[in-house]
Every structure is written in structure tokens, then in C-alpha cells.
């Protein structure tokens, strides 16, 4: 069992910066490709960005590419996103997810196993 807990959301200004930590306890994270989700309210989940167990492959939604990095630190169980040049339209719930091995970052929000419960970003014009 894996528990994940996500920090860093808040309140900022079109164009600012945040970073966001998805910190887990219960197992060793080095095993799980990692996402990053958001859903904004009265829509659906959508995929942010998401890297593998070693850290070596990245993907991230277009809509955040260029802007959005992810990150992990395998021996502090933690995932990051840096969110720059934020947009009103980047509010949302964000929340991390793990994927047990073998599999791969997926898109899907359903072949996650493991979720965290979320932390607001609110992105002001």
C-alpha cells in the first residue's frame, strides 16, 4: 500500500510560479511510474505530466509543455511539479498518482493505483 500526500498548491497571479511535491509513505516509490492530474471544477480528470520509476522518461499534456516540469527524487519518495508562466486556466485540484510496476506512465487516470488528495491551485488574471 502506498499513501501519497500532495503540498505546495495555492493562490497566485497569471504568469507566477509554483511548485508542487507529492511526498509517499508505505514503499519505496523508485518502483512506479508517477502522474500528475488535475480537474478543474465541472470537468473531468485530466493528465498533466507524468515520469517513469527511474526518472529517465517524461510526458507531459500540451497544454503544459514548456511550462510544466516534472521531477523525482527517488531517495526523499518524492515527485515534483514546477508550474511556470501559469494561466487562470491551469486552476484546478492537482493530484500526484502511482502506477504499479511494470507498467508505464499512462495518460489514463484509471490505470493508476495509488492517489493522493489533491492540492488547489488558483491561478488569478
Known amino acids: 500500500q502506498v499513501q501519497l500526500e500532495e503540498a505546495g498548491g495555492g493562490l497566485v497571479q497569471a504568469g507566477d510560479s509554483l511548485k508542487l511535491s507529492c511526498t509517499a509513505s508505505?514503499?519505496?516509490?523508485?518502483?512506479?511510474?508517477m502522474g500528475w492530474f488535475r480537474q478543474a471544477a465541472g470537468k473531468d480528470r485530466q493528465f498533466v505530466a507524468g515520469i517513469s520509476g527511474s526518472g529517465n522518461t517524461t510526458s507531459y499534456a500540451d497544454s503544459v509543455k514548456g511550462r510544466f516540469t516534472i521531477s523525482r527524487d527517488n531517495a526523499k519518495n518524492t515527485v515534483y511539479l514546477q508550474m511556470n508562466s501559469l494561466k487562470p486556466e491551469d486552476t484546478a485540484v492537482y493530484y500526484c498518482?502511482?502506477?504499479?510496476?511494470?507498467?508505464?506512465?499512462?495518460?489514463?487516470?484509471?490505470?493508476?493505483?495509488?492517489w493522493g488528495q489533491g492540492t488547489q491551485v488558483t491561478v488569478s488574471s
Open positions: 498518482a502511482a502506477r504499479l510496476p511494470p507498467f508505464s506512465v499512462s495518460t489514463a487516470p484509471g490505470r493508476y493505483n495509488y
Open positions: 508505505g514503499r519505496p516509490l523508485s518502483a512506479y511510474a
